[in-house]
């Protein structure tokens, strides 16, 4: 099985909204967004989200088996001036048939290396629910360090999920360049 890794664009859209609303649909404890809410949203901001710019405030890259959306990845960057020096991973989703390919490593090597290339980048934090251990090993291997717990995260229905924070402190910048 050959994965293309590439940035999406808003031509990707459908495809894009169709593999998220399985996200949703499949684990709802790993989103704080329903399937619901989601799914009620006009095409037009799937396509907004996927906007191609230089410095857009978000960037979504997939892997592709063939025409077919294998996993996804997106990474949003902070505008106001304080914290412009941070990134957020989210969206990260990669089904059942394609677990274990290491799909999931090559999508945050290419949003990582995305935020690297954008300039003045320190840090990336992102989210888990804290029972998928799964997702966090990944997320360890992949250089993200645990730093909280935030209990009662997430309702789904009548149940709770705690959500852990993790961040990955990209290459500082030799002396004098600007951070």
């Not at 890259?61 to 949003?76: M, Y």
């Not at 989703?93 to 290419?110: D, K, W």
């Not at 935030?150 to 990955?168: I, N, Q, S, W």
Request: proline share 5%; net charge positive; aromatic share 8%.
């Amino acid at each position: 099985m050959h994965i293309e890794i590439r940035r999406l664009t808003p031509a990707d859209a459908v495809a894009y909204r169709q593999l998220m609303l399985e996200a949703y649909q499949s684990h709802p404890e790993a989103f704080t967004s329903s399937v619901e809410e989601r799914a009620a949203l006009p095409l037009s901001w799937w396509a907004s989200r996927l906007a191609d710019a230089t410095l857009a405030p978000e960037a979504v890259f997939a892997g592709f088996d063939g025409e077919r959306l294998a996993g996804v990845v997106g990474i949003a960057f902070e505008s106001r001036e304080k914290v412009r020096h941070k990134a957020n991973l989210f969206g990260m989703y990669v089904p059942v048939r394609y677990r274990g390919s290491g799909l999931g490593r090559q999508l945050i090597a290419t949003a990582l290396n995305h935020a690297r290339q954008r300039g003045g980048i320190r840090v990336v934090e992102l989210s888990v629910t804290d029972d998928n251990a799964a997702a966090s090993q990944l997320y360890q291997r992949c250089g993200f360090v645990s730093y909280g717990l935030e209990p009662l995260a997430v309702r789904v229905g009548d149940t709770f999920v705690a959500k852990r924070h993790m961040y990955c402190e990209l290459a500082t910048p030799p002396a004098g360049s600007p951070s």
